[in-house]
């Protein structure tokens, strides 16, 4: 093993040593058992670490990342996080956080192919497609973060649709899905004032939060529909096209 990899052990010998001085009883507690009340669904990014930027310790919020915090409605592994997150530990508040500066939303964004993670990253692209109208006239720095923001509106807007949600609202259980984005430049987290917290809420939500985002002069192309109200609905990419 290499001396880096022992500089994290013995960090950690040292981070359990002052913890539990500092709150004795605190891994005996937690190995009891987790009540998180917050799941976060996040970037993979080292820069956006949840516990951390939200000063929460172990325990405190049960945590799910992907490469550019994607929810998709046939990701088993994501599915079955918020699943175990909401009808398990039940928490309070599920947040989707995306982050300025994202490597896949770049990629997305300019078409760029950085391999395997393409056709994941295609998500994304669906999300740009969707609101081309929105993103186009931007210039290029401002598309990457206007598309970061909508890519999380998108997958609120998925983590609401899902079975897991829509069973968990129809019980009576009050749990609710937030979309928050976070500056690497300043530590900042923004609130992108998404929340959901039952069924009816959702396409109203949804369609007010992109609707926030002014859409440019008319397209000269004809190739896609352009009614004013074809991508502030939940629904497949390019919806509403011939
Ligand atoms: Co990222």
């Not at 500089?7 to 040593?17: G, K, M, P, T």
Request: with cysteine; charged share 25%; proline share 5%.
């Amino acid at each position: 093993m290499n001396d880096h990899l022992q500089d994290l052990l013995a960090n950690n010998r040292q981070w359990a040593e002052t913890t539990k001085q500092r709150e004795p009883g605190f891994f005996t507690r937690l190995a009891q058992q987790q009540s998180p009340r917050y799941m976060w669904i996040g970037c993979a990014d080292s820069r956006v670490p949840a516990n951390e930027i939200t000063g929460l310790d172990p325990g405190e919020v049960f945590v799910h990342r992907n490469v550019a915090n994607v929810v998709v409605h046939s990701d088993l592994n994501a599915l079955s996080t918020i699943q175990f997150a909401v009808e398990h530990i039940k928490v309070k508040h599920i947040i989707v956080v995306g982050h300025y500066g994202c490597a896949g939303v770049r990629a997305a964004m300019r078409g760029i192919r950085v391999g395997l993670a393409d056709n994941w990253l295609r998500h994304v692209q669906d999300v740009r497609l969707r609101h081309r109208r929105r993103l186009d006239h931007l210039p290029p720095d401002q598309q990457e973060d206007i598309l970061c923001e909508m890519n999380v509106i998108e997958q609120v807007g998925n983590v609401a649709l899902s079975t897991v949600l829509q069973d968990a609202w129809a019980r009576g259980q009050a749990v609710s899905v937030h979309g928050w984005v976070y500056g690497l430049s300043d530590g900042l987290l923004k609130d992108l004032k998404v929340s959901m917290d039952r069924p009816e809420s959702v396409v109203n939500v949804f369609g007010e939060a992109i609707k926030r985002y002014p859409r440019g002069p008319a397209a000269v192309s004809a190739d896609f529909a352009d009614d004013e109200n074809d991508d502030i609905s939940l629904g497949s990419p390019g919806a509403g096209s011939p």
